[in-house]
């Protein structure tokens, strides 16, 4: 504890002041000033309410409220609960090499059926590649036999 509760109740018990009364001034509930004169601040709605009807009351009871509300904030910090630190664990990744492999298998995949459907469209057609070789033109033959039969009249009749 750090004392501010009990300086706000001996206050409180000075004056002769019951929690009704001081609900009616302070617009505070009975059970958050019991819960302040206890120091019991889970009840609290949070640290800042906290701090805010600390000062109010405080006030109300003539104490100097910044000297209460560091007190409160000075238990806060003894009081505070360790920091767990979550363990981490290494996030799954996808692996690498998966993706080159699969694309490495699909270009060979896609040489194998270039080289298959080439060769299955050729089967029919293995016939003699001589046929495909088209000669090369050759000059025109001179008929100089017909010319010198046309010149002994022998054609005509």
Known sequence: MAGEGTILRKAREEKDLSYQNIEESIKIRVRYLEAL?????????????????????????????????????????????PVIQ????PIPTNQVWFRPLVLAVMAILAVIIVIVISLVSNWGNKSDTSQYVTPFPTAPQTNNQNTADSGTGQGSG
């Open 37 to 81: 004169e206890n120091e019991d601040y889970g009840i609290l709605p949070g640290a800042t309410y906290s701090r805010g009807f600390l000062r109010t009351y405080a006030k109300y009871l003539g104490i100097n409220p910044q000297e209460i509300v560091n007190s409160y904030s000075a238990s806060l910090v003894k009081e505070a609960e």
């Open 86 to 89: 979550p363990t981490f664990s």
